[in-house]
């Protein structure tokens, strides 16, 4: 199947501090990426949509000016944590829907561990 | 609004059992459903998958039926392996969603030799 890479894998930042996460469909393209939040030992909770040309799409609860998304081109979306504090130590992954007949599958990315001390 | 309420875990299993793991949804229309699994230290990957009521799904052994009467999407595998040690997750896209997901809590399995 498809590849979605992000990087970094993890990262450790001061408190005050702001993290680049990248997600790169590696051999198709997106349009769309989605941004996901997992807390330990529970589910993956959407944060927003990313949409190549446009503004992102934010789900209810989550601060836009807090977490920055950028669709650069066709096959990079970027989520940077502007100001990081503590309790946004998480874990990160990325999404890309699939196009055609798998349609309905969507490819991850294998996520970036953020620590904020 | 879109849910997904999944089984409590973790699960723990001898090799060779069989494995049953809970999932029924909320939604209005007609969802596309899916199961996800993370083994350790990778991305989700999609297990399998069904898109309409009555479709069942099906990989590595893996099985779920989208039975639209008790709106649930049970996951089922027959015999085990310690390989299938894992996080399994059920989740749903609804129609006109754009195809984002809505994820349950996730299941840790655990199968020992």
């Known amino acids: 199947g498809a590849v979605v890479s992000q990087h970094p894998s993890r990262v450790i930042c001061k408190s005050g501090t702001s993290v680049k996460i990248e997600c790169r469909s590696l051999?198709?393209?997106?349009?769309?990426m989605f941004w996901y939040r997992q807390f330990p030992k529970q589910s993956l909770m959407l944060m927003a949509t990313s949409n190549e040309g446009s503004k992102a799409t934010y789900e209810q609860g989550v601060e836009k000016d807090k977490f920055l998304i950028n669709h650069a081109s066709l096959t990079l979306s970027t989520l940077t944590v502007t100001s990081a504090h503590p309790e946004d130590s998480s874990f990160y992954i990325c999404?890309?829907?699939?196009?055609?007949?798998?349609?309905?599958?969507?490819?991850f990315g294998p996520g970036t561990r953020l620590t904020v001390l | 609004g879109n849910s997904v309420t999944q089984m409590e875990g973790p699960v723990t299993l001898s090799e060779e059992a069989f494995l049953t793991i809970n999932c029924t949804y909320t939604a209005t229309g007609y969802p596309s459903l899916f199961w996800y699994v993370q083994y350790p230290g990778e991305g989700l990957q999609l297990l399998l998958k069904a898109t309409k009521a009555d479709d069942k799904g099906s990989n590595k052994g893996f099985e779920a039926t989208y039975r639209k009467e008790t709106t649930s999407f049970h996951l089922e595998k027959g015999s085990v392996q310690v390989s299938d040690s894992a996080v399994y997750f059920c989740a749903l896209s609804a129609a006109g969603s754009a195809r984002q997901l809505t994820f349950g809590s996730g299941t840790q399995l655990t199968v020992l030799p």
């Open positions: 051999d198709f393209q997106a349009t769309t």
């Open positions: 999404s890309a829907p699939a196009t055609g007949q798998s349609r309905h599958e969507q490819f």
